[in-house]
């Protein structure tokens, strides 16, 4: 009931908001959680001065970012019932609305960076961007956040064995619980912006992120060992609710297309230059870098493939990525 109401709260507050704009000037409402400094905000305000220059500022954007709107799950729903315009969620959320999408939460799926960007810029990306059509959600593109690795407060992850008994932070995916299992940790979904506290107040030993986001959020402060085993590639996933998508002329789609595809490849080379700095810092502020082997982790976890061999949409998604260049 109580997240129930916030979001009845959200949606009146943004529905005012909407009537209060001119009827020549579409402005569409994007929330997400992500701190002003991350490589994505940035990215949204480029799409934003892209969109109304294109426009002749006929369509803009109005930015609500650190959460103000609610969580990732929260601005989904929102975006379902038409509350709100578009959102930012990782891959790992969007899989508990568009299933399909889990198939990128699968851990040592990709070879490199390179393969997954093939990957999701080409035909299997853009199918599944399109997956979460039947759940009133539009994928419009895949911002880059890089690959995510286990960090701790007090005991160093060198092998799968190190986990055994860890009580982890994992985003709430039904693929990231099973993975952390498999690798003998115990998984604990909490919410990103309830993480900073819970490692602190000793709820969780530790979690897994990107660097960016473990030295932004701060959670180097407390987690001293960051273990780049690189078990997931999970690109976060820019969408629209259908309810407006489908009240966009040809025209406000193609402006909202070209200057999302400009945001894509500016976050990119953000976010290159974000992870860099990311490991320096953390690493001058005391953490220590371990790079472990990682076909010990990808071994421990390959009984999770095994799982999908009777799936029929998933298991040829598997061999359709394995195979791309």
């Avoid at 709820?203 to 407390?222: M, T």
Wanted: glycine share 8%; charged share 25%; aromatic share 10%.
């Amino acid at each position: 009931m109580k997240t129930f109401g916030k979001l009845i709260t959200l949606s009146l507050f943004l529905l005012i908001q909407a009537c209060g704009s001119e009827n020549t000037i579409r402005t569409l409402r994007l929330g997400h959680g992500l701190d002003v400094s991350h490589s994505v905000h940035k990215a949204m305000l480029k799409m934003g001065e892209d969109l109304s220059q294109r426009s002749g500022g006929k369509l803009k954007l109005e930015i609500y970012p650190s959460q103000q709107l609610g969580t990732e799950r929260e601005c989904l729903e929102l975006l379902q019932i038409g509350s709100l315009d578009m959102t930012k969620v990782s891959v790992g959320v969007l899989e508990n609305f568009a299933p399909k999408m889990k198939v990128l939460g699968l851990p040592f799926l990709f070879r490199d960076r390179e393969h997954s960007f093939n990957v999701l810029d080409g035909p299997i990306g853009q199918s599944l961007l399109n997956e979460g059509e039947k759940y009133w959600l539009k994928g419009l593109g895949y911002y880059d956040a890089g690959s995510r690795s286990f960090y701790t407060m007090n005991k160093p992850i060198n092998t799968p064995e190190d986990l055994y008994g860890q009580k982890i932070r994992v985003m709430e995916s039904v693929t990231a619980v099973r993975m952390v299992q498999e690798l003998g940790g115990s998984p604990t979904p909490i919410s990103w912006g309830e993480l900073y506290t819970s490692l602190q107040q000793g709820v969780v030993d530790g979690a897994e992120n990107n660097p960016p986001s473990f030295y932004l959020s701060r959670h180097y402060e407390v987690c001293k060992y960051y273990s780049l085993d690189e078990h997931t590639v999970l690109p976060d996933v820019l969408l629209m609710g259908t309810y407006i998508w489908n009240k966009l002329s040809n025209q406000e789609k193609e402006w909202l297309s070209e200057s999302v595809k400009e945001s894509v490849k500016y976050q990119r080379r953000l976010w290159a230059e974000a992870e860099a700095e990311a490991l320096r810092e953390v690493e001058k502020a005391g953490v220590t870098i371990i790079r472990p082997d990682k076909t010990l982790f990808a071994s421990k976890v390959s009984g999770i493939y095994e799982d999908y061999k009777d799936d029929k949409e998933i298991y040829p998604l598997i061999q359709q990525i394995k195979e791309t260049n």
